[in-house]
């Protein structure tokens, strides 16, 4: 690396991952997942009593039948800490183990503490570093690849990354453009420093695109403005999330792919944000891959922002679907604009 810079000026990239105790080259792998949405079921019918829309309108235009919403007294920490919990009785470990939690999340219960430590204490993971970001849809890939990081370099060894929103309390429910699409839920997964696992990813960003899928924060107010703080609502520019989802991702997945010497071919399933079924239909034609290798449950959740990727895999290894060895790509993609990708052996 240092002759590579003395000679050219400019660092070679090594795309391996190399632990700091032993030398050893590690990667991280998903020894167990867990997910959990609210009981409450809200079908297109049930929106077209308070809004004006339709069943008609609604499925063909976007794939969505019904999503589930969180009842008033449960937020996005009550159900990342049950996805967190399943996730952890999956993995056999004990939550002393855990040495680090990252929740994703865009819609916090509040501003303070963060969501990833009430985790932390709800599951006993005593030991753990504690601390979300926020990327929105790219949430839980960016909360995966974040770990995936510490666990490569060896400063942890076991990890805890989660996926959570309840969109519905920032959705204008007088909006059909945007109230009809999203649903509340929680997916997680415990990641550990061993054997095979995470095998590329891709992140980017272009914050140049901020305004076409945002939600606005809690308006500055304090004695000198004589404002109160108010609460925000989603806003979405849907025809140009649909042109950046379609162009950004497929590139990102060719892209990652590249890096790894792997092929198309070789990937079992396609583990897509669930934001709409016709965008994971134009990502498939662009890919020129049938739609059997992009599982989907968009139907019965909608869009779960941060949240989708992860409860769909959840699935996928609860129904037995994903056997060792096999190769995933996930892909997550939106507010920000944000994209990530992760591939990973099973």
């Not at 792998?29 to 809004?51: H, M």
């Not at 924060?217 to 703080?229: A, H, S």
């Not at 649909?242 to 792997?262: D, N, Q, Y």
Request: charged residues 20%; contains cysteine.
């Amino acid at each position: 690396y240092q002759r590579q810079v003395k000679t050219t000026g400019f660092p070679i990239y090594l795309d391996v991952c190399i632990t700091a105790r032993m030398g050893e080259i590690m990667t991280t792998r998903i020894i167990g997942t867990g997910s959990a949405v609210p009981k409450q079921v809200v079908t297109n019918d049930d929106l077209a009593k308070i809004v004006d829309t339709s069943d008609e309108w609604i499925r063909p235009r976007t794939g969505i039948r019904e999503r589930r919403i969180a009842a008033a007294e449960s937020g996005t920490t009550d159900l990342a800490a049950e996805a967190a919990r399943m996730a952890i009785e999956q993995s056999g470990i004990k939550p002393e183990e855990l040495d680090i939690i990252v929740l994703a999340t865009s819609s916090g219960d509040c501003c303070f503490p963060n969501g990833a430590c009430e985790v932390q204490a709800a599951v006993g993971a005593v030991n753990a570093v504690a601390f979300d970001i926020s990327a929105a849809c790219s949430g839980f890939v960016f909360a995966l690849n974040t770990v995936h990081s510490f666990l490569s370099a060896g400063i942890y060894r076991t990890g805890l990354v989660i996926g959570a929103d309840t969109l519905s309390k920032l959705v204008d429910w007088n909006d059909r453009s945007t109230c009809v699409l999203f649903g509340d839920g929680a997916g997680a997964a415990v990641v550990r420093a061993e054997g095979t696992g995470v095998i590329g990813l891709t992140m980017g960003a272009d914050g140049t695109k901020g305004d076409v899928l945002k939600c606005g924060g809690r308006t500055t107010g304090n004695f000198l403005t004589g404002k109160k703080p108010e609460l925000g609502y989603m806003s979405m520019d849907g025809q140009e999330v649909f042109r950046f989802a379609v162009k950004t991702v497929p590139e990102a997945i060719k892209k990652t792919l590249a890096g790894s010497g792997t092929e198309l071919e070789e990937i079992k399933y396609f583990i897509l944000h669930q934001s709409n079924y016709r965008i994971s239909e134009s990502i498939a034609k662009r890919l020129k891959l049938p739609m059997d290798k992009f599982p989907a449950n968009l139907e019965r959740y909608g869009n779960t922002s941060g949240a989708s990727v992860p409860i769909l895999l959840d699935e996928l290894n609860r129904e037995g679907k994903l056997k060792p060895g096999d190769k995933l790509l996930l892909a997550g993609f939106g507010a920000g604009l944000t994209w990530g990708t992760t591939l990973l052996e099973w």
